[in-house]
């Protein structure tokens, strides 16, 4: 069979539509607005309302100006009752100045009110004397901002320009619009998550006679799922502890949080430490989701060095003694909190005791699971071998060294888990 028919033609002989070409969306009108309103309003987690959010893409069209864009020149109104008034302006804009006032009832307002955005051209005849005012002889385009329909930009265009381009570069930067409100919104929302979560935390370390504490604490994200305490019981004892929630953000954060609480009121009703865990595990079963989970490692140390604790699924803790001979990870003791208690076993109590000089040190996986960038972990067998050749650090500067050691091993990567050190030194 002939193949010498051309690709333009299909079997019936009739012309082929042609193949659409995909265009740079760089070359695309209003892109350098799209670019820079992006980086502008992720990058400026303080405009949180709907203006400051506006005035930064009232911005990135100023800044678009003396670039070869369609754009001439940009306004910014506030709706206030019937009127949209005008709170700035840049570039050719017309005659108008700030507090110009335009009737919401305008055709045009009208249209962009009904579906975000509206073009109008000279000649069109809604181009009437109000338009001319603003937009001389060019095309004029609006945009409709923030749920209430009250921001409204409207900048001048060069012709010619397509209808169908401005359409797509109007509704892609209303969207854009949108996207960055709620996610700063929510950004808002986790600060205030972090606020409630850090203000459960100590805000300073006890002082009892005998020990030396430090504590170090960085999440992966504003909020995480690490959690500690340290709660002096009478003149001389400690209570310490140190959960972690399965995955980071704010749902390990909220049950982290419960861990906190629980245990506060358990230890204020003077509950013996088995049955304040089992109450914690059972709160955790009956309102967590399915698989999500707190490990959980709780002592208290007496002014002799006495320590009892509870290991509920929490990488164990190391004891560094000041004699080599003396290194130690303590065991788990029960189950991970949250379990259904039918099947999980019960927690046991374990005893041993701090010599002077012995070091506890309380950790989340977020430090032995850092990778280095040739995905090698840090692990518990490198961490110990720090600890000994610095335990006669004082506390604090142990713990930088510490933070500083994993930093490097990450080779400068960001932490991808929460990073939790609680250290307890009898001196």
């Known amino acids: 069979m002939s193949r010498d028919r051309s690709d333009s033609a299909d079997k019936t002989g009739a012309p082929r539509p042609a193949r659409r070409r995909h265009r740079d969306p760089r070359s695309l009108p209003l892109y350098g607005v799209y670019r820079r309103f992006r980086n502008l309003a992720f990058g400026a987690p303080e405009a949180t309302d709907d203006e400051g959010l506006a005035r930064l893409l009232f911005q990135a069209l100023v800044e678009e100006i003396p670039t070869a864009s369609p754009i001439r020149g940009v306004r910014l109104y506030l709706r206030e009752g019937d009127d949209f008034v005008l709170l700035d302006r840049n570039g050719d804009a017309g005659e108008v100045t700030p507090g110009y006032r335009v009737p919401a009832t305008h055709p045009v307002i009208v249209q962009s009110l009904h579906d975000g955005w509206a073009l109008v051209r000279r000649g069109d005849s809604r181009y009437d004397e109000w338009v001319a005012r603003t937009g001389g002889d060019h095309a004029v385009a609006k945009l409709l901002l923030g749920p209430a ?196 076993r019960p927690w046991v109590r374990v005893f041993e005791r701090l010599a002077p000089g012995d070091l506890l040190v309380l950790y989340t996986d977020g430090i032995t699971e850092v990778h280095s960038p040739d995905d090698e972990e840090y692990g518990t067998e490198r961490l110990q071998r720090f600890l000994r050749r610095h335990a006669s650090e004082p506390l604090t500067q142990l713990a930088d060294l510490l933070f500083a050691e994993i930093d490097a091993f990450a080779g400068g990567n960001p932490p991808l888990d929460d990073q939790t050190l609680l250290l307890v030194r009898r001196s």
């Open 149 to 344: 329909r009250n921001l409204l930009l409207s900048f001048t265009l060069r012709e010619p320009i397509a209808t169908a381009e401005v359409a797509n570069a109007l509704t892609a930067l209303g969207s854009l619009a949108d996207s960055a409100r709620a996610r700063q919104r929510f950004q808002h929302v986790l600060e205030q998550a972090r606020e409630v979560q850090t203000s459960l935390l100590p805000r300073s370390l006890p002082a009892i006679p005998g020990f030396e504490l430090a504590v170090r604490q960085r999440p992966a994200e504003i909020v995480g799922g690490d959690v500690y305490d340290l709660i002096r019981v009478g003149d001389d004892a400690l209570a310490v502890c140190i959960a972690d929630a399965t995955g980071h953000g704010l749902p390990a954060a909220l049950q982290a949080r419960d861990v906190i609480v629980g245990l506060r009121m358990g230890m204020a009703l003077q509950l013996k430490m088995v049955a304040i865990v089992d109450r914690l595990s059972r709160v955790l079963a009956d309102s967590s989701p399915v698989g999500r989970y707190v490990s959980f490692f709780f002592a208290e140390i007496d002014g002799d060095g006495h320590l009892i604790y509870l290991n509920a699924g929490h990488p164990p803790p190391l004891l560094i003694g000041r004699e080599r001979r003396r290194h130690e990870r303590l065991r788990t003791s029960g189950p991970i909190l949250g379990l259904d208690r039918r099947t999980a």
